[in-house]
């Protein structure tokens, strides 16, 4: 909910509390922004995310990665996967044994 916050600048109703339903509600609320900025959303279901289904979270986390992180381009002239490498290459700069390569052709 924090990470959304601070991307969209929206703020959001949170449930205090530890129990099941107040995890759901805020989940919940997570994706109805998210539908609400025209995010697609396929098969996600709030109860899907408090279980842990590991697939639907890394698919979550991955729509939030593509449309809040590497679709930004300022100038509309980088495709996404030209963005994903781009973004790939700076967030691994200083790993050791770490070198994102791309074949042209595939961008």
């Known amino acids: 909910v924090t990470l959304l916050e601070i991307l969209t600048g ?3 109703p949170r449930e205090r509390g530890k129990m099941r339903f107040h995890k759901l509600q805020n989940v919940e609320n997570a994706l109805a922004l998210l539908k609400r900025k025209k995010i697609r959303l ?3 279901r ?3 995310i ?3 289904n590991p697939k639907l ?3 979550l986390i991955w ?4 449309n809040f992180e590497i679709s930004h381009d300022p100038e509309g002239q980088a495709s996404a996967k030209a963005n994903l490498i781009d ?3 700076r967030a691994t ?3 050791k044994g770490v070198d994102v390569m791309c074949d042209p052709l595939l961008i």
Do not use: E
């Open 10 to 12: 929206d703020r959001l």
């Open 42 to 44: 396929v098969n996600i």
């Open 46 to 48: 709030n109860d899907d």
């Open 50 to 52: 408090v279980d842990g």
């Open 57 to 59: 979270i890394l698919g």
């Open 63 to 66: 729509t939030i990665i593509l």
């Open 87 to 89: 973004w790939a290459k």
């Open 93 to 95: 700069r200083g790993y």
